[in-house]
């Protein structure tokens, strides 16, 4: 079992940059890929980006490519996602999801945390 929880969301203006966090616990954590999805207000699920567990390997979709950057910290038991130049559009619940394969389907994830929110105003 693994344990999810996001953080760093809040209230920023358009142009600002942001980092949040997952902390993972539980069970063999830094053996699991890690991804980042968002969930804006009225639309599906978007996916964001992944990390595979050694943190030696990236995937982003083509539309987050160039603002967001994933990491991880092992030590740390920690995943980032560093957000540069927000949008107005990027105002979501953003989840971290722990999963076995190095995909951006976000059925393939497993475990998921309850989200933290960004709000980005004009």
């Known amino acids: 079992q693994v344990q999810l929880v996001e953080s760093g969301g809040g209230l920023v203006q358009a142009g600002d940059s942001l980092r949040l966090s997952c902390a993972a616990s539980g069970r063999a954590t830094n053996t699991y890929t890690m991804g980042w999805f968002r969930r804006a207000p009225g639309k599906v699920r978007e996916s964001i980006a992944a990390i595979n567990g050694r943190g030696d390997s990236t995937i982003y979709a083509d539309s987050m490519k160039g603002r967001f950057t994933i990491s991880r910290d092992g030590a740390k038991n920690t995943v980032y996602l560093e957000m540069h130049s927000l949008k107005t559009e990027d105002t979501a619940v953003y989840y971290c999801?722990?999963?076995?394969?190095?995909?951006?389907?976000?059925?393939?994830?497993?475990?998921w945390g309850r989200g933290t929110q960004v709000a980005v105003s004009s």
């Open positions: 999801a722990a999963g076995e394969r190095l995909v951006l389907e976000s059925d393939a994830y497993d475990y």
